[in-house]
């Protein structure tokens, strides 16, 4: 199991479901895979320790988790470990209001006691990594004074390692994806933080779309994240992931799907339903003659059996035609 943090993916909310994970991990075997954001709350009260569910392939694998209650953080991140995972993941970088009116997320950052409160408690009950997701600072609290001293705050705490998403949250008049979009991608800041705390890993995320952009990332900082693009177009991370794991074999497309087909229909014999297995296909050829069709190929899919039987038929008609196989990446 790989545990270097070079290449992850983000924590994305109606996405990185276990579905997915199985997927990309296929497609990146070397990355490191977080879960949806989880409300500690949801597993403390509400009981839903299926949301902890993943297939052992998924390692290495970490559970974010939300909320700022340290106690039920604690037990949260205790049910995590127990359950298989690799590193509790403290969600301190989401905008959106629900998240704001459950007191945690990015308007944690103007509460950097507290965050530390929660990692130092996690760590006490778990001997797995606690680590940090966060933004570059929230509303005016945006200066690269304020990002080095919220940093220095949780790392006393014990948390080393710590994933920024380059650009500051607004908490009121933007939406989830407008803060993903509008405010200013700040490379520099992270890369200084860096360098003022070199004893961290320090991950960056946000605005990474190209192979030569995230190379030049690396030249400053330990790790990049992949959020929307490694979703929409997983083959990046798959190119990515045979340029910086010195030894990973080429991956192709079609036997990516060979291998995911095999997994849904496990699936589906266990009752999942297939219009939520599919979801990550969409982008698999992204950039190809064709893509269009795909989509709507898999748009139009019916449920169960019969659809997974049409997918099986497509996959067929690839492996017999005489157009080569499509390489993610090649040596």
Not at 10 to 35: G, V
Not at 141 to 164: K, P, Q, W
Not at 183 to 191: A, G, I, K, Q, S
Not at 274 to 295: Q, V
């Amino acid at each position: 199991m790989n545990l270097n943090r070079l290449l992850s993916v983000a924590p994305m909310m109606e996405r990185t479901d276990r579905h997915c994970r199985y997927f990309l991990k296929l497609i990146s075997p070397n990355s490191w895979l977080y879960t949806e954001m989880i409300t500690a709350s949801a597993l403390t009260d509400g009981g839903r320790l299926d949301l902890l569910k993943f297939n052992p392939f998924e390692h290495p694998v970490a559970l974010q988790l939300g909320g700022s209650d340290i106690e039920k953080l604690s037990q949260a991140a205790y049910l995590g470990a127990k359950a298989g995972y690799d590193e509790i993941n403290l969600n301190v970088g989401c905008p959106s209001s629900r998240v704001q009116s459950g007191r945690f997320g990015a308007s944690l950052m103007a509460e950097p006691a507290t965050v530390a409160s929660c990692v130092r408690a996690m760590a006490r009950i778990v001997d797995i990594p606690i680590t940090v997701k966060t933004r570059l600072g929230i509303d005016n609290l945006d200066s690269y004074e304020f990002l080095h001293e919220f940093v220095g705050v949780i790392s006393n705490a014990g948390c080393r390692t710590v994933m920024i998403h380059a650009r500051k949250a607004l908490l009121a008049g933007l939406s989830p994806k407008q803060n993903r979009e509008i405010p200013p991608l700040n490379y520099e800041r992270v890369y200084r933080l860096k360098k003022d705390y070199p004893s961290l890993e320090i991950i960056l995320n946000g605005g990474l779309e190209a192979e030569a952009k995230v190379l030049e990332v690396l030249k400053h900082v330990d790790g990049v994240m992949l959020g929307r693009q490694a979703y929409n177009n997983p083959c990046l991370l798959g190119r990515l992931d045979s340029i910086l794991f010195e030894g990973s074999p080429p991956v192709f497309r079609e036997n990516v799907l060979e291998k995911y087909l095999l997994y849904i229909s496990r699936e589906l014999n266990d009752g999942t339903p297939l219009n939520i297995m599919i979801r990550p296909l969409f982008g698999l050829y992204k950039g190809c003659p064709g893509s269009k069709a795909w989509r709507c190929f898999l748009g139009e899919l019916p449920g169960g059996e019969q659809g997974y039987e049409l997918l099986c038929e497509f996959h067929q008609t690839l492996l017999q035609s005489r157009v080569p196989p499509l390489k993610l990446a090649s040596r």
